[in-house]
């Protein structure tokens, strides 16, 4: 099916138009073998539910009757007014039906983004983390007034409310990798302590047997979704929770790209210390930095402070510590460098929402 085709199929979907299951399985196809790369069964969901809910989505109802003169022609008369109608679809859509089902991934690549992907980024919810996977060829992230180049192994991880910008390097011929979006599950808060590029994006650069084993869980994922299955769906959450750990045993080493290296060398000191009492003025005698000048470089090259950096591993290393020992909650506090118990509650509550009990007890 040509552009063509595929936009009256569009167009007559979202004017309420009956269509038969090969017209949208050939308009899918199109999309999957286009320049979009998204996968067909992707489409195939997504179209039916915006069919299904066309009442909720009036941008979709204004290109509707924008177009209606078209509806009884055979096909749109040139590619040209096609790919139009096709942008300006994929502009209308609603981020929010994107990310109905929870869990969406894809694989996007030949040198442009998926086009799903990009209504997904365009969500501003509070709700829903994006994670981008590349696995050939090169991207760039652009942060601000940086700009950082993504290639092999890296996954980089948007908080929800981020406005992630990110698309492929002029000088690579494609730019292949996987995205995922997710809604935030409270108990994989811990592994989302990622190292920070900026104030809400963050970075780990995988080896090559981690990168294959999140390629692996990646692909997995996205025909977990496609089968739409009970059964699929809850693979499906192990499957994101899997990618995640893969992530937060990367920000151990904390393996990202782009950082100054002071600082750097300022978190490996944090890392070997974290469980010991030291000052602002220790960590930055050991850089060769003023203590204003950690401060500020601190924050501008990880988006957070150093002792809010401190203590994000202190809550990990709990974490660990919670589910996997019987050591008493006073026990981990003093390992993890509170010598007061109840002060590392009250840190712990306001990071995870429950006493550190509470969460040993969920995680048992």
């Known amino acids: 099916m040509d552009s063509r085709q595929v936009a009256l199929t569009l167009l007559k979907g979202v004017s309420g138009r009956p269509l038969s299951a090969q017209e949208i399985d050939s308009a899918a196809s199109h999309f999957a073998e286009g320049p979009t790369s998204i996968d067909a069964p992707l489409f195939v969901r997504l179209f039916n539910t915006l069919i299904a809910q066309l009442d909720e989505h009036p941008a979709m109802r204004r290109l509707a009757r924008r177009y209606s003169a078209r509806l009884n022609a055979p096909h749109f008369e040139t590619s040209e007014a096609a790919e139009r109608f096709i942008r300006r679809y994929i502009d209308a859509l609603d981020p929010q039906l994107f990310l109905a089902t929870g869990i969406t991934a894809g694989y996007a690549q030949r040198g442009a983004l998926n086009s ?31 700009k950082h180049s993504l290639v ?14 990110y698309y492929p390097d002029r000088g690579s011929n494609i730019w ?52 739409g299955s009970s059964v699929s769906n809850d693979l499906a959450n192990n499957l994101v929770e899997q990618i995640i750990l893969h992530g937060c045993t990367l920000a151990t080493a904390s393996t990202h790209i782009g950082c100054d290296q002071r600082i750097t060398k300022a978190q490996s000191y944090i890392e070997e210390n974290f469980s010991k009492s030291f000052t602002l003025k220790d960590v930055a005698e050991h850089v060769n930095l003023s203590v204003a000048g950690l401060a500020r470089l601190f924050k501008q090259e990880t988006g957070t402070t150093v002792l809010n950096w401190r203590d994000e591993k202190r809550m990990m290393t709990s974490v660990h510590l919670l589910e996997h020992t019987e050591l008493s909650i006073g026990a981990i506090a003093d390992s993890v460098g509170y010598a007061d118990s109840n002060f590392f509650a009250t840190k712990f509550r306001t990071m995870f929402d429950c006493s550190p009990t509470q969460y040993r007890k969920s995680h048992q």
Do not use: M, N
Request: proline share 4%.
């Open 116 to 146: 799903y992907e990009t209504v997904a980024g365009r969500s501003v919810s509070t709700d829903y983390w994006t994670l981008i996977f590349t696995l050939e060829g090169k991207g760039v992230l652009d942060i601000g007034t940086r």
């Open 176 to 227: 292949g990798h996987y995205w995922l979006v997710f809604q935030d599950v409270r108990h994989w808060k811990p592994w989302l302590q990622w190292p920070k590029l900026s104030a809400h994006t963050l970075h780990v650069r995988a080896d090559r047997a981690t990168a294959e084993a999140v390629e692996k869980a990646f692909s997995t994922l996205c025909r977990c979704l496609a089968d």
């Open 152 to 165: 092999f192994g890296d996954l980089v991880l948007f908080e929800p409310g981020a406005a992630p910008l």
